[in-house]
């Protein structure tokens, strides 16, 4: 187990394990979006109110998949190394880590609307930031570069939104999720700029 534990891996297979997780770990938080077994409503307007009863459920859905989607599409890398160092593999694998406890942090939102539930929640995402930034810091280090201060700041506004969400939760847990439309801001900022 020690010899295979310290072993370079092909960077093409960490790749392809971390697309399956992502994948995986995605595709399940859709189970969240559900009327009870026992629901049977009467008419549309009864179904059309249950389904606008899963808004808050459907929005944590939504910022979840798309922040699990960015950190997907962030992990392509230009002249990425064939090999993984040790480092490099650990240090994925625990990102990954967090990224399989995504559905389960949309589970503990979608069924307890308690602070509890939005911290935890928060608390996977700001690992989810820091493994990622960890990433960026290992692979600059094992290619010879530097990490830049501009590769770390979507990072850092992720977890300045977590943050910030608990602290609503602690007060509002209905507008705490809002905290995490600050992640839109780059994206608004960059195309008001072009204009």
């Given amino acids: 187990m020690q010899d295979v534990a310290n072993k370079p891996v092909p960077k093409d297979r960490l790749d392809s394990f971390a697309d ?3 994948g995986f770990a995605m595709t399940l938080l859709v189970v969240n979006l559900d009327l009870p077994e026992d629901f049977t409503p009467a008419g549309a307007t009864e179904l059309t109110d249950a389904l606008l009863d899963l808004g808050d459920t459907f929005l944590v859905y939504v910022i979840t998949f798309v922040v699990l989607g960015s950190f997907w599409i962030g992990r392509a890398q230009a002249n990425a190394p064939v090999t ?46 820091l493994t990622a930034m960890s990433i960026r810091l290992v692979s600059a280090r094992d290619g010879g570069s530097q990490f830049r201060v501009r590769d770390g700041t979507g990072y850092l506004l992720l977890i300045a939104s977590a943050i910030l969400s608990a602290a609503i939760a602690a007060f509002n847990v209905d507008y705490a999720m809002a905290a995490y439309l600050i992640n839109l801001a780059p994206f608004l900022l960059a195309n008001g700029s072009r204009e």
């Fill in 20 to 22: 399956g997780v992502f």
């Fill in 84 to 129: 993984a160092s040790v480092p490099l593999v650990w240090t994925f694998l625990a990102h990954l880590f967090f990224v399989t406890l995504m559905p389960f942090s949309v589970v503990l939102i979608a069924r307890y609307e308690f602070a509890p539930a939005i911290w935890a929640y928060g608390g996977n995402m700001i690992f989810l930031a």
